[in-house]
Structure formats: structure tokens, C-alpha cells
Nanobody, 123 residues
Framework: QVQLIESGGGLVQAGGSLRLSCAAS????????MGWFRQAPGKEREFVAA????????RSADSLKGRFTISRDNAKNTVFLQMNSLRPEDTAVYYC????????????????WGQGTQVTVSS
């Protein structure tokens, strides 16, 4: 069992930055691939970024490349999402997720979800 708790969301102006954190419980964190997804009002939950268990492989949604970066610290059981040059269309609830897959790219592959953290970008 893995519990995920996100933090770091909030209100930011367009062009600003936020760093989301996801703290995981359990001693097996380093065996899980981790990912971030987001869901805007009235829209489906979508993939944002993923990182392998070792941190050696990462992926980002094509539309977000160059602005969002995922990383992890296995010693601290934490995964991060650095978001730069934020835009109003980035407004959404951001969810941390864990999977025993090699790389977590699809929401159907998620084994555990966090509760989500709200990110609001004002214009």
C-alpha cells in the first residue's frame, strides 16, 4: 500500500512558477514509477509527466515540454513537478500517481492516486 500526499499548489500569475511535491508513505517507494496527471474543470484527467523508479527515465506531455520537469528523491520518498512559465490553461487539479509499470504514462496504469492539489493561474 502506498499513500501519496501532494502539496505546493496555489494561485500564481501567468508567467510564474510553482513546484509541486508528492510525499509517499511506505518503504517501497523506490520500486514505483511515478507520474503527474491533471484535470481541468469539465475535462478528462490527462498525463503531465512521468519518471521511472530510478529517475533515469522521464517523459513529459508534448505540449508541456520545456516548461514542466519531473524529478524524484528516493531517499526522501518524494517526487516533484517543477512548473515554469505557467499559463491560465495550466489551471487544474494536479494528481500524483504511482505504478509498478516501468514508466507511468497512462491513467489506466495507475496503482495509487494522491488526493490532488489545485493550481490556479491567473491572467
Amino acid at each position: 500500500q502506498v499513500q501519496l500526499i501532494e502539496s505546493g499548489g496555489g494561485l500564481v500569475q501567468a508567467g510564474g512558477s510553482l513546484r509541486l511535491s508528492c510525499a509517499a508513505s511506505g518503504r517501497t517507494f523506490s520500486t514505483y514509477a511515478m507520474g503527474w496527471f491533471r484535470q481541468a474543470p469539465g475535462k478528462e484527467r490527462e498525463f503531465v509527466a512521468a519518471i521511472s523508479w530510478s529517475g533515469g527515465s522521464t517523459r513529459s506531455a508534448d505540449s508541456l515540454k520545456g516548461r514542466f520537469t519531473i524529478s524524484r528523491d528516493n531517499a526522501k520518498n518524494t517526487v516533484f513537478l517543477q512548473m515554469n512559465s505557467l499559463r491560465p490553461e495550466d489551471t487544474a487539479v494536479y494528481y500524483c500517481a504511482a505504478s509498478l509499470r516501468t514508466l507511468l504514462l497512462r491513467k489506466n496504469d495507475v496503482d495509487y492516486w494522491g488526493q490532488g492539489t489545485q493550481v490556479t493561474v491567473s491572467s
